[in-house]
């Protein structure tokens, strides 16, 4: 961590004359709680990169206040910050009336739909039409062959449609089409779960 926040820091200097920045304000999981121990690792490990003035900031709030700067407002009223992560889902509800005290009225976390779902998704797909083929992934080759899977899905952020080279000699071409057909259980459980979030906290999509 020490490591990744000394290049960051590296990058930001030389993005600003290079003057030498001190302060930094990392972001947290909502669900970190003020004496968990994980805060202070990251304490350290920012005093390590060379920075003397560190604050927190939950992940949730920073995106909150980071959309707030984009619409050009102080206060954005309730939102509801959709985390989707590379293994888990955290949606967090969070009031921002008061944008120095923000309230958070509901929030789910730990919900097992994220990233590598949605390269196993592509990964079983590409085996099933390769075996089909009688020219199934090679076993040994499996990790190589999910960083492939990974990498066809982050290029269908952008593109319609993509490319790559897998373990059994192939290269195999996969559409957003059926990227969405195969991941549209695992996306409809995260709007279940923000459902649930909503009407536990007693607020409604209106």
Known sequence: ???I???V?????????NTSIESVVLTIPALYTENDKRIDIMYQAAIAAGFINIEFLSEPQAAALHYSSIIGKKNTGLSLIYDLG???FDPVLLDMSNASQPKMPGNEFGIKCGGQFFDKAIYNHINKLSSEQNNALLKEKKMEDYAACKRLKEALSIKEKSTQFFSNGQWISLDRTTLNELIKDKISFTLEACDTMLHVANKNWS
């Not at 820091?9 to 004359?17: L, P, S």
């Open 9 to 17: 820091k590296g990058c930001a200097q030389i993005e600003n004359n």
């Open 1 to 3: 961590v020490a490591e």
């Open 5 to 7: 926040l000394r290049y």
């Open 86 to 88: 590379g293994g888990t």
